[in-house]
């Protein structure tokens, strides 16, 4: 791949169920001449998000589908190359939605400067991106959590949930995870504090839950969906709130997905469920950077990266985050820092 040519990933055609390398046409096109105004960025990470599955499928959403013959969009931070913006110059770190390509040509629109930080530039697509922007606000501001309460969150070693249950912790609740591996599990319990994990692969899930919460369940922090939130809601305590933040589980759905068969549990133990969307917070992005470099200056947040290397890679790795291969938040490194 040479500095005058741009790959990009393009939708040929929408995935049915898991995604697909020939769901995409690889492109070679020469990088443009900069224009006045103009700004080119070189993607150096790519963000790979569950949401993007959805973003494949033709309905209606928060945000419309990716269409035929589009670049593939995707969170990215990358590096200004040249500039003929006034806002710009040559060495800043940025950030937006640049989609799997390896340069963008753009007028600014979108592009966010980054501060410099001693963080790892990764760090804006993990701890101090999406996924932080998403523990911090469903947890604290659509959960509402009290001191001495349980939180129960699934996918809790993702990038999400992982962060969740450390926040809950802070606030000085008990944390509970749910997750797919023993050794994402020991990483919870050992590596991140948590008072509990429960590998839901093992079976048992309502005997296993009930064990690591003797006090009942406040607040689930729901990643995944299907038959976790079924058993979830079983052992949910009256006046408990349940955040929606993801459902996983049936994002690679060819078929419609059976509602929860416990929904009744909602009337019976007053619940509250709300739904949210991260980006909904933009405005309100420092309370959560304020927070969280508090937090992880204390040694109190971690968070682990997964790192693919090359944009060739990007179509296969996406599936890691639907096998459960992903240790951490996953990314793809395009060029190099
Ligand atoms: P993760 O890093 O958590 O990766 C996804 C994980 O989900 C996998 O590692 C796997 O872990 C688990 N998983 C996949 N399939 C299943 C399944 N069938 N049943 C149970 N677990 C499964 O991803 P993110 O942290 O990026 O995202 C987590 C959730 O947050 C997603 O649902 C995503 O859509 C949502 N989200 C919502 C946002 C919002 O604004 N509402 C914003 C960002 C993310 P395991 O090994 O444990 O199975």
Redo the contacts with the bound molecule.
Sequence with gaps: MTAATNHQWRLAHRPEGMIKTSDFNLVAEPVPELADGQVLIRNIYLSL???MRGWLIDRPSYVPPVQIGEIMRGLAVGMVESSRHPKFEKGDTVQGLFGWQEYLVSNGEGVTKLPSSPLPLSANLGLFG??GM?SYF?LLDVGQPKEGETLVV????????SLVGQIGKIKGMRAVGI???DE?CDWLVDGLGFDAAIN?KNGDLRGQLKAACPNGVDVYFE??G?E?LDVVLSVMNSFGRVVV?????QYNATDKVPGPYNFAMVISKRLRIQ?????DYGPRVKEMITDFSTWYMDGKLKYRVDVVHGLDAAPTAINK??D?S?Q???IVQVSEV
């Design positions: 998000d569950p949401a999406l996924a998403t469903g699934s996918g809790a070693a993702g990038s999400v949930g997750a797919g591996t994402k839901y990643n995944v299907g976790i933040c993801g459902l996983i589980s739904g949210f969307i991260a980006p985050l639907f459960g992903n951490g938040k996953l």
